[in-house]
């Protein structure tokens, strides 16, 4: 079998024949034998993708020949050739399920009034500067920085996407709107929402890091402000970006050391529970005692 990697992507920009980009998505990837879920908005599309690395290749050169995908940043990760059982290629309202889809607009150029984008070496630059003034904002569900976060970063109490902009208009974070603030999520999407979320709300100074964790863990692995494993939303789970990564997770039973989530095993709950191995042998431990269980926020996350 030839060499699997693991797609992750997204492009802002205005298609005004969602269904017809969809159709086509999913008929290329068919062909390739690709597998992963693609999902396509009057804003863009943004897709987590998985197959052998040649037939890769060529779903990123045909995706790249539609005029709005061609600035598309596509990153790549290890892969099994397990991370997705099925393809999956739908049409929805927004990419990230915020519950706005008026929030933002977009042009060619992608996102307007979003946050500025910094690269890795850019957040570390502004951090030298800046110090403590600069605040880092987890841009992901609360229970993805269990296992991994940047150094001193708020968390926001959000169970899903859907939680952002109630959270945000809290008032919770108002004493960070004359600061520095930089957003982070997996690999950029959330936070070209959430910055323009934020900007919109009174936020004066806002950055995103270009490509996410995904890109700053490449290039940094345990070395920059980065802390952890990070959580992904596919067979893998976690993705460490050192051999020797810190674990900075606890054990939900015996606060033990650990990366690894494991699904409730009620049928009717679709929560994580973060386990150590030993606690997670006793299937006793397996059935959560979380007070709200509802359906985990499945959206991609570029």
Not at 38 to 49: C, D, F, K, R
Not at 124 to 148: H, P, W
Not at 270 to 295: F, Q, V, W, Y
């Amino acid at each position: 079998m030839d060499l699997q990697k693991v797609l992750l992507y997204y492009g802002f920009t205005p298609l005004g024949d969602p269904e017809a980009i969809r159709l086509w998505q999913l008929e290329l990837c068919q062909n390739l034998g690709i597998k992963g879920r693609i999902i396509v908005s009057p804003h863009g599309i943004n897709g987590t993708v998985g197959g052998e690395m040649e037939a890769l290749k060529k779903y990123v050169k045909a995706t790249k020949m539609h005029s709005g995908f061609r600035k598309i940043d596509f990153k790549w990760s290890q892969g099994t050739g397990n991370e997705f059982p099925r393809l999956s290629v739908k049409v929805k309202d927004e990419l990230v399920a915020f519950g706005h889809p008026n929030e933002i607009t977009v042009d060619e150029n992608g996102v307007v009034g979003g946050g500025t984008h910094l690269k890795p070496y850019q957040v570390n630059k502004l951090v030298e500067e800046r110090g403590d003034e600069v605040t880092f904002f987890d841009g992901r569900n609360a229970f993805e920085a269990k296992i991994g976060k940047f150094e001193g970063a708020v968390v926001p109490d959000v169970e899903t996407s859907h939680d952002f902009v109630a959270e945000i208009e809290s008032g919770k974070y108002d004493h960070l709107k004359d600061k520095p603030v930089v957003t982070y999520c997996t690999g950029g999407i959330r936070c070209e929402i959430l910055s323009a979320v934020m900007i919109n709300r009174g936020f004066k100074e806002v950055y995103q890091i270009d490509g996410g964790i995904v890109r700053y863990g490449n290039k940094y692995g345990k070395d920059g402000h980065w802390k952890g494993s990070l959580y992904t939303f596919d067979a893998r789970m976690v993705v460490d970006f050192a051999e020797d990564t810190p674990v900075i997770g606890e054990c939900e039973k015996c606060e033990a050391p650990t990366k690894h989530f494991r699904n409730c095993s009620t049928a009717t709950c679709h929560d994580l529970i973060l386990l150590c191995d030993t606690c997670a042998a006793l299937p006793a431990n397996l059935r959560c005692t979380h007070e709200k269980s509802g359906k985990r926020d499945r959206e991609l996350i570029g």
